[in-house]
């Protein structure tokens, strides 16, 4: 099964959106996702302070700031 990870954290505008598209798409999908926050795990902040939101499939990097909703789509399905 595929493992959608959206890393981010709290108030940050670019996560909340990034959150609607990847709601959206795996919601439409059926694939699972969750999301992580940077401040409660200190190696995703090493990772990712500079690149949040980060969209990860399977462990590896798909996008950062900004989601396209039909790459993701095509990347899922």
Same mark, same amino acid.
């Given at each position: 099964?595929?493992?959608? $990870?959206?890393?981010?954290?709290?108030?940050?505008?670019?996560?909340?959106?990034?959150?609607?598209?990847?709601?959206?798409?795996?919601? &439409?999908?059926?694939?699972?996702?969750?999301?992580?926050?940077?401040?409660? &795990?200190?190696?995703?902040? &090493?990772?990712?302070?500079?690149?949040?939101? $980060?969209?990860?499939?399977?462990?590896?990097?798909?996008?950062?700031?900004?989601?396209?909703?039909?790459?993701?789509?095509?990347?899922?399905?």
């Amino acid at each position: 099964m595929t493992r959608v $990870v959206l890393v981010g954290k709290p108030d940050c505008h670019l996560c909340e959106q990034a959150e609607l598209v990847v709601s959206r798409v795996c919601g &439409d999908l059926g694939v699972e996702w969750e999301t992580q926050s940077i401040l409660d &795990d200190p190696e995703l902040a &090493d990772e990712f302070w500079e690149s949040i939101p $980060v969209v990860l499939i399977d462990g590896e990097e798909f996008c950062h700031w900004r989601v396209d909703p039909e790459a993701l789509k095509q990347e899922l399905a």
